[in-house]
């Protein structure tokens, strides 16, 4: 299957599951320091969904409005990636997620969902699932096996590679080239000692998305 990997995912390496929300920009950042990782590192990224929405349901902090129409909006991106995956599978999400980060998160097009589909050659009525509940149920789920993960305190991404799963990593602008690989090497490594569970520095102001994804 498909996944945010680039051509270092060979056999033999490793598969991590990288679960996103589209609408997070650290979670992009994320996705572009796994793809350097995956050119450097024998490592296979597939993608998984899950939803700040859900995550944030119940709580102070639900940024839905009463009418549930701002919410709609922020969950418009997720369910657009679930009807993608659904229809067409993982290498339809990969170049779609590739192409929704792009309008969202470098040009600002919060409603260019139709426009990143047919980037990634795909039928722009596909958003029109965007809208609906068709496929909230699959990203429950999704999100429900991420949380089993880590835990409901946290947001995306999270990252697992077999038993070893974390939240993060939170950095801006992503690393490139290898040292994209020594983050991996290291954020692995912190992730597997039994007891470990955080660490903490302040952030940069605002993200650095770096250059648009060529």
């Known amino acids: ?3 945010v990997a680039g051509s270092g995912a060979s056999g033999g390496g490793v598969t991590a599951d990288f679960w996103c929300d589209p609408v997070c920009p650290y979670t992009w950042i994320a ?4 793809r350097e990782v995956a050119l450097v590192r024998p490592v296979r990224v597939r993608l ?3 939803s700040l929405q859900v995550l944030n349901e119940g709580r102070e ?10 919410g709609a909006y922020l969950r418009a991106p997720v369910r657009a990636c679930a009807a993608v995956e659904q229809r067409y599978g993982q290498g339809a999400l990969d170049r779609f997620y590739r192409a929704l980060g792009v309008r969202l998160h ?3 097009e919060w409603d260019g969902i139709e426009r990143a589909l047919s980037d990634a050659g795909l039928p722009r009525d596909v958003a029109a ?6 496929y909230d149920a699959v990203i429950r789920a999704s999100h429900a096996r991420a949380v089993a993960l880590v835990g409901e305190d946290v947001g995306t991404p999270v990252v697992a590679v077999g038993p070893v799963a974390f939240f993060g ?10 040292a994209a690989g020594q983050l991996w090497d290291g954020a692995l490594m912190t992730a597997s000692v039994p007891g470990f569970y955080e660490l903490r520095r302040p952030a940069a102001a605002e993200p650095d ?3 648009e994804p060529g």
């Open 129 to 134: 699932a965007a809208w609906t509940t068709e």
């Open 1 to 3: 299957m498909g996944g």
């Open 106 to 108: 470098h040009r600002g």
């Open 209 to 211: 998305f770096g250059p």
């Open 31 to 34: 996705a572009q320091w796994l």
């Open 61 to 70: 902090v639900d940024p839905e409005d009463p009418d549930g129409e701002w």
């Open 169 to 178: 990593p939170v950095v801006s602008p992503a690393p490139r080239g290898e």
């Open 48 to 50: 998984r969904l899950m």
